[in-house]
T-cell receptor, first 118, second 113 residues
Framework: GAVVSQHPSRVICKSGTSVKIECRSL??????MFWYRQFPKQSLMLMAT?????????EQGVEKDKFLINHASLTLSTLTVTSAHPEDSSFYIC??????????????FGPGTRLTVL | GNSVTQMEGPVTLSEEAFLTINCTYT??????LFWYVQYPGEGLQLLLK?????DKGSNKGFEATYRKETTSFHLEKGSVQVSDSAVYFC????????????FGRGTQLTVWP
C-alpha cells in the first residue's frame, strides 16, 4: 500500500524556538495533505488541509501564523510550529490523499511526530 | 455538528475472545464511516469502511455494520489474536465532503496469549 513518512519522529525543543515537521508521500502523488494534532487519550483533531500549490485551509481555532503549512510539491508538506511553547507539546500526524482516481478518496497516514517543548 | 463517540479503553482480552468496540456518531445526512487501526510505531491504517446504511464493512476478521437507526458502527471480531493488539479509531466523513474526517478518541486493545 501507499506509504507516508514523517520526519522527525520525535523532537524536543526549547520554548521560543521553531520546529519544522515534514510529511512525505513516498510512492504516490498527494494532491491533498492533512495535519492533525492528538492529545493524550483524545481524538485526532484536524488542524488544516493543504492542497499542493495553494494556501492551507485552517480549522476554526487554529492559529495560522503559529502553525505554518507549506505544500510545495505533490509529495511533500511541512508544518512549522513557530515560537513553540510548552502548550504546543503534542503528537502531530499528517495524512495524504491520493486523489480522485477512479472516485477513490483514500487517506494514508504518517506515523506521527512527538513534539515536546521545554 | 459532526462527532464520534467511542468506548474508552483500554480493553484487555485473552486470545480467541470476542471483541466489541462501541462507536456512535452524530452527523447530518448520510456520512461514510470508518475504522482505522494503529499498530505501535506505525501510522493509522484503514481497517474497514461503510458508505451507506446497513452496509457491513469487513476485513481481517473484523466487521462493523452501519446502523442509521442507532447511529452506530460497532467493531466486532469473533476471535482476537495477539497480533490484533493496537489502537482502534472510529471515524466519519460527512456526506459530500471529500477528505474531511472526524475521529473518536481511540481504544487501546491488548490481547494476551
Amino acid at each position: 500500500g501507499a506509504v507516508v513518512s514523517q520526519h522527525p519522529s520525535r523532537v524536543i525543543c526549547k520554548s521560543g524556538t521553531s520546529v519544522k515537521i515534514e510529511c512525505r508521500s513516498l510512492d504516490f502523488q498527494a494532491t491533498t495533505m492533512f495535519w492533525y494534532r492528538q492529545f493524550p487519550k483524545q481524538s485526532l483533531m484536524l488542524m488544516a488541509t493543504s492542497n499542493e500549490g495553494s494556501k492551507a485551509t485552517y480549522e476554526q481555532g487554529v492559529e495560522k501564523d503559529k502553525f505554518l503549512i507549506n505544500h510545495a510539491s505533490l509529495t511533500l508538506s511541512t508544518l512549522t510550529v513557530t515560537s513553540a511553547h510548552p502548550e504546543d507539546s503534542s503528537f502531530y500526524i499528517c495524512s495524504a490523499r491520493e486523489g480522485l482516481r477512479q472516485g477513490t478518496d483514500t487517506q494514508y497516514f504518517g506515523p506521527g511526530t512527538r513534539l515536546t517543548v521545554l | 455538528g459532526n462527532s464520534v463517540t467511542q468506548m474508552e479503553g483500554p480493553v484487555t482480552l485473552s486470545e480467541e475472545a470476542f471483541l466489541t468496540i462501541n462507536c456512535t456518531y452524530t452527523a447530518t445526512g448520510y456520512p461514510s464511516l470508518f475504522w482505522y487501526v494503529q499498530y505501535p510505531g506505525e501510522g493509522l491504517q484503514l481497517l474497514l469502511k461503510a458508505t451507506k446504511a446497513d452496509d457491513k464493512g469487513s476485513n481481517k476478521g473484523f466487521e462493523a455494520t452501519y446502523r442509521k437507526e442507532t447511529t452506530s458502527f460497532h467493531l466486532e471480531k469473533g476471535s482476537v489474536q495477539v497480533s490484533d493488539s493496537a489502537v482502534y479509531f472510529c471515524a466519519l466523513r460527512p456526506a459530500g465532503v471529500l477528505g474531511r474526517l472526524y475521529f473518536g478518541r481511540g481504544t487501546q486493545l491488548t490481547v494476551w496469549p
